[in-house]
């Protein structure tokens, strides 16, 4: 993996270098980790004129869950407690007779930047922008595999929860289930807060659990994520519990799936985003559900579970190839309920099979 980490630093440079800067102080965690091969708590990675550095506390991280750091990348190991790797970095940039930096500015606190710009007075900053994050869009077999893995262990996790007696239990009870079984099955922990939503509930983005039990007819929806090796994947159903669905139950679950599959059809490298999030919105406008609908149809996921590419009206991207993203629309009916239906697929040309699904667990409206 060493000759990974040491490509992508490469190609960091070569961005640099483009826009007249020799060095780079990268500080967002997410970036350090792609960059580096772990992020030690409180490390920055100093972009060097002449050499590559971590730089961070003095007190090493020896837990054996933990990613280690690429070994040809060296460490420098701030000497006293309580220093801030990214001024120390900036010195250490400065006496490699670097005259400009580039920083993340959205990720560094203006007091951090301050100090930055008083360590190293002859030091110019500028900005790095997302430069960093555009890299990480495009995933290496390697990152997707271990998507993959991920995946494979929230279906686990969702499937042997569906085998359970669900009617009486909390949704917040069942959130902590299923986040002891994404561990249980080897995942580094959940991807994100587990949602389970159970009736008038039912079909929220983000829906916090609560203490209200599942009942009789309740339509459930559930969605979570699992996290391998630092990289997130995201899953969402919704089921009905106990007996046979509704028509109402029926007809929106229908249209919510057919929302889905017109988005999921629509991951074809060179797509644009915003094409995707309408082919997806449109089946829902059609039948009425236009307004109130969520932001977003879908986005990117890796290292983080909310990355780019967006797939929302006003994206202004295309799709590559060994791009991650969720597909995720659905439906809220206040008071009643409604679904969710979210999956984790990767985008491949027609050649390759098109979209590869990670997540299998059966969209079939299943009464539980």
Not at 13 to 26: D, K, M, T
Not at 130 to 144: F, H, P, T
Request: net charge negative.
């Amino acid at each position: 993996m060493s000759d990974v980490y040491a490509a992508r630093r490469t190609r960091l440079r070569e961005r640099c270098n483009a826009a007249g800067c020799q060095s780079a102080l990268v500080s967002r965690p997410a970036n350090v980790r792609y960059l580096a091969g772990a992020a030690p708590a409180g490390s920055v990675l100093l972009l060097g004129r002449h050499e590559d550095l971590l730089v961070g506390p003095g007190v090493r991280d020896d837990r054996p869950t933990e990613a280690r750091p690429d070994e040809s990348l060296r460490q420098h190991l701030l000497e006293g407690p309580g220093g801030d790797a990214a001024v120390a970095a900036a010195d250490l940039a400065a006496a490699q007779d670097a005259d400009l930096l580039a920083v993340e500015e959205h990720h560094l606190t203006v007091t951090r930047h301050r100090a930055l710009s008083s360590v190293a007075p002859r030091l110019r900053l500028a900005d790095l922008g997302s430069a960093v994050e555009q890299l990480r869009v495009v995933k290496d077999e390697e990152e997707i595999s271990c998507l993959r893995i991920g995946a494979e262990i929230a279906d686990q996790a969702l499937g042997e929860l569906l085998e359970s007696i669900l009617v009486g239990r909390t949704e917040r009870h069942l959130a902590l289930e299923l986040e002891r079984r994404l561990v249980d099955h080897g995942a580094d922990g959940p991807a994100f807060p587990t949602s389970v939503a159970t009736g008038p509930n039912s079909g929220r983005r983000g829906h916090r659990p609560t203490d209200r039990r599942v009942e009789e007819g309740d339509f459930l929806s559930v969605c979570l994520g699992a996290t391998y090796r630092g990289y997130r994947c995201e899953i969402g159903r919704t089921f009905v519990i106990g007996t046979s669905p509704a028509d109402w139950q029926i007809e929106l679950y229908d249209l919510v799936f057919a929302a889905q599959r017109a988005g999921r059809e629509g991951l074809v490298p060179g797509a644009s985003c915003r094409d995707v999030d309408r082919a997806a919105r449109q089946v829902l406008d059609s039948a009425g559900y236009g307004t109130g609908l969520q932001p977003l149809t879908g986005h990117g996921v890796g290292l983080e579970i909310d990355e780019d590419p967006q797939l929302a009206p006003s994206s202004m991207g295309k799709l590559d190839a060994c791009v991650p993203v969720t597909v995720e629309p659905g439906v809220h009916l206040p008071g009643r309920g409604g679904v969710r239906i979210d999956d984790t697929l990767v985008v491949r040309p027609e050649a390759d099979g098109g979209p590869e699904l990670l997540t299998i667990t059966t969209k079939e409206l299943l009464a539980l």
